[in-house]
């Protein structure tokens, strides 16, 4: 079954068919709260593969993982043009680096621009603000704040109980094509981000579970409390995701002990 009709199958519940656009298009990013922002699929692989929605689809069944920021946005695409609809590619700066994130913008029959970026776990379309003007919101249990500034949206965010922002990102409002896109795509296996496992998920509304592994510690932050942990209470963790141990333990062992 083609990856765009295995998901409407999956989520055919959650989809909110015949409404108005930007109700339906929240309706498909709310479904991608049940699939992971992991790299854990990433990490495992043995040459870069670009994971494709086929191959999320067939992974998220049998074991229960994602991908990163470049195969979600991809896959929301390719979901959309399903339905019908189309957006943007755009790619972002970030403190590591040029083009290491990446989102969609969607523009309305009105001409009004939305950012769709589940990649960043924002699973709803937020309204772009004109030039120079600031707009603030609210996702989960964390604050967001975007200012645009003609050729970048700069975004920042922080827990609802901090008070100070931190800048997050940059989209570059230039997009893109398909096959530049994918050549970014290509380039990110080898940022090095890819040296921790980064996994995403919320639990519930507001309950994001956010766990970090390199080869000194494993790190785990749940609803906005952070602590290290033991290596097999971060593989447990992650089994509580719903993400297969299997797979887990093959990554933390080539990320700990560096072992191909």
Known sequence: ??????????????????????????????????IPYENISKINLSKPTLRTPDIIMHDFEKFGLGGTCFSLTWFLK????YFGEEFALHTAYRTQGDDTHCAGIWTDSNGDQYLLDVGFLIFTPVLIPQNDQELKFSFGNF???????????????????????KFR??????????????????????????????IGKYLNSSDLVYIKVNSDYVYINRG????KV????????ISELGISSTETKKAFDKIQNGKS
């Open 143 to 165: 604050d967001f704040k975007m200012l645009n500034s003609n050729s970048r949206l700069n975004v920042y965010s922080k827990p609802q109980k901090d008070e100070n922002y």
């Open 78 to 81: 390719i979901v959309l043009n």
């Open 224 to 227: 906005g409390n952070g602590k």
């Open 230 to 237: 033991s290596t097999e209470e971060g593989i447990n963790s």
């Open 1 to 34: 079954m083609e990856p765009e009709k295995l998901f409407e199958k999956i989520f055919k519940e959650k989809l909110i068919l015949n409404s108005d656009k930007l109700q339906f298009i929240s309706s498909v990013m709310s479904c991608f709260r049940d």
């Open 169 to 198: 990102y940059a989209i570059k409002m230039n997009k893109l094509s398909d096959s530049e896109f994918r050549d970014i795509w290509i380039k990110s296996f080898e940022f090095a981000m890819m040296d921790n496992i980064i």
